[in-house]
């Protein structure tokens, strides 16, 4: 077996859900490989610091008696917007599909890009004409 083949498998090797050849064929790769025998220790260690981990939360009764009252009301009627709401909606959303359309490929992207440096150029050439008094 080759690394490339046993890492992947390292968490299901280390909770036992392989099959008996995968089993044996990783147990012979872990023995002869440092790295591969390094990430399961690793996962190990990993498995280890979340197994001892023990916070104790308390849970204040008002929130509990909140949380139960909330779901005693069920699910409530959404709020319909007013007329001025609902065409900003519908504004915003056929905005967001016109420049879904004009996505940038790279033609044109590359078109765009083009089109700013000759206008930048020209700019710059104007100014430098303008600036020296040649004519025109």
């Known amino acids: 077996m080759r ?3 046993c890492l992947p498998l390292i968490e299901e090797y280390f ?15 872990l023995s002869t490989c440092a790295d591969c025998a390094a990430a399961l220790d690793s996962l ?16 204040a009764p008002s929130l509990w008696a909140s949380v139960s ?14 007329a001025r709401q609902k065409f900003l909606s519908r504004l915003r959303d056929r905005f967001a599909v016109s420049l879904a ?27 430098h004409v303008h600036n020296t008094g040649a004519p025109r």
């Open 69 to 82: 009252a909330e779901i005693a009301r069920g699910p409530q009627p959404e709020h319909t917007p007013p």
């Open 15 to 29: 909770d036992k859900e392989l099959d008996a050849r995968t089993g044996e064929q990783m147990s012979a790769h």
């Open 101 to 127: 359309a004009l996505a940038l490929r790279p033609a044109l992207a590359s078109t765009l890009a083009l089109l700013f440096v000759a206008i930048a150029a020209g700019s710059l050439w104007l100014a």
């Open 44 to 59: 190990s260690f990993e498995q280890e610091i979340y197994a001892r981990y023990d916070r104790p939360v308390e849970v």
């Open 3 to 5: 690394c490339e083949d």
